[in-house]
């Protein structure tokens, strides 16, 4: 199971940081997904394994940061210089063994409860 938690209302700019902590074993693929109200559920970030390999949706890279502590069996997701477009529910999501479509919801098995993040300008 994961839990999510973090999330909160910020200001335009400002920074958060989001927490998922997965029971049981360490899974390889851990992510972020977000879904703002009336769209679709969309990728944030991945990372897979040690922490080494990470890939990012263009609308976030260069201000949000994944990392994950394997012996905590946590992800976070650090966020910076948030606008409005970042609002949403954040979903973390994690699956066995790697994948070549981090970006499809689909690849994932366990998904946690979302926790909400807004932006207000």
């Known amino acids: 199971q994961l839990q999510a938690s973090g999330g909160g209302l910020v200001r335009a700019w400002d920074s958060l940081r989001l927490s998922c902590a997965a029971s049981g074993r360490t899974l390889t693929t851990m992510a972020w997904f977000r879904q703002a109200p009336g769209k679709g559920r969309l990728f944030v970030a991945d990372i897979v394994g040690s922490g080494d390999e990470t890939y990012y949706a263009d609308s976030v890279k260069g201000r949000f940061t994944i990392s994950r502590d394997n012996a905590k069996n946590t992800v976070y997701l650090q966020m910076n210089s948030l606008n409005s477009g970042d609002t949403a529910v954040y979903y973390c999501?994690?699956?066995?063994?790697?994948?070549?479509?981090?970006?499809?919801?689909?690849?994932?098995?366990?998904w946690g409860q979302g926790t909400q993040v807004t932006v207000s300008s």
């Open positions: 999501a994690a699956r066995a063994g790697a994948t070549t479509a981090p970006w499809s919801t689909s690849a994932y098995h366990y």
